[in-house]
């Protein structure tokens, strides 16, 4: 793991970036100390269509009972 101080990341932040997006973790200091740490983000899970399905019944689509609807008024 490399230690920049913040004037060289500030300088050189495009190439930093590319390097953590590359799986490398970068501590950026001040004066000399330990301040913050680049990491790269974890991947999103990618999407799966129609994992709720069947999930809904038809009582999903019936009206609600009056005082609930009553409730949602106030």
Do not use: C
């Not at 953590?20 to 330990?34: D, L, R, Y």
């Amino acid at each position: 793991m490399e230690t920049v101080n913040v004037h060289d990341a500030k300088t050189h932040l495009s190439r930093l970036l590319t390097r953590v997006h590359a799986g490398e973790e970068i501590i950026i200091a001040k004066a000399g100390k330990p301040y913050a740490k680049l990491v790269p983000l974890a991947q999103p899970k990618k999407r799966r269509p129609g994992i709720a399905r069947g999930a809904v019944t038809e009582a999903f689509f019936e009206a609600l009972p009056e005082e609930e609807l009553q409730a949602w008024e106030k």
